[in-house]
């Protein structure tokens, strides 16, 4: 039986996911994440603050890190209560520029009512092949996220699935397994295939696949109305939230 939900635990997970990708760096004031071989991905180069007593000193100790490195420094919530009036005026005090987001967090906690198509193929990826790469590079991400997936795909824990019609790469979606929770990411539907039902068809069968590997909670965030409907009739419900999602840059 799955422990009872956490969003402490959850959040746990989601601040550590990056590690899969990046390496981490313990620091007595928080989390810093750094890839020199993949500088423009956001995700692999931050920092996350997560002890607010000499914030200054933080803040110099994270610009000092990553400018040595020739990585732009930036840095994301710890995703804490009052987080950012705490945190943010000493950020622009340092010059950086602050962007707020209206992510918001789902869980899947009740039964998909999508209608299925029949004509897509889902398979788990384990590699990218040529045509995998060059979709991810010009509709999807860029040469950065390919890297990102490469990385991803070394660790067992990661699941891509792809999506086929007629033999051709259609969507994607992957799920990240931790303990005792589970993030849905990569999420996406190329251009000349939306319209046909493909995402709902990628996340009913990504839950389901989720269901058949372990009982993690199944968790994901979100901020485009249109996707939010599709998550919720997969069965997603948005969770309480005490804390606003923003990040920092630094050029």
């Given amino acids: 039986m799955p422990l009872p939900f956490n969003i402490k635990r959850m959040i746990d997970t989601e601040l550590h996911f990056p590690q899969r990708f990046a390496t981490m760096q313990n620091k007595n004031w928080g989390l810093l994440f750094f890839n020199e071989g993949n500088k423009a991905s956001h995700d692999s180069n931050h920092a996350v603050i997560t002890d607010f007593i000499g914030v200054e000193s933080s803040i110099r100790d994270i610009e000092f890190f990553y400018k040595s490195k020739g990585i732009a420094p930036r840095v994301y919530p710890s995703l804490q209560a009052h987080e950012a009036e705490k945190i943010i005026p000493a950020l622009q005090n340092h010059g950086f520029i602050i962007e707020l987001k209206e992510d918001q967090y789902y869980l899947h906690d009740h039964e998909s009512t999508l209608k299925q198509v029949d004509n897509l193929h889902v398979e788990r990826i384990r590699k990218l092949d040529i045509d995998m790469m060059e979709t991810i590079a010009v509709e999807y991400g860029g040469d950065w996220t390919i890297k990102v997936v490469e990385r991803h795909l070394l660790h067992p824990s990661y699941h891509l699935l792809g999506g086929y019609h007629d033999g051709e790469l259609a969507a994607f979606a992957s799920v990240s397994v931790f303990a005792g929770y589970s993030r849905v990411d990569d999420v996406f539907t190329r251009d000349k295939f939306r319209g046909k039902g493909f995402a709902g068809t990628m996340i ?32 997603f419900s948005a969770l309480p939230q005490d804390f606003q999602c923003w990040f920092a840059h630094k050029e």
């Fill in 204 to 235: 009913h069968t990504l839950v389901n696949y989720h269901r058949g590997i372990t009982d993690n909670h199944l968790y994901l965030y979100a901020n485009n109305p249109a996707v939010i409907k599709i998550y919720e009739k997969a069965g």
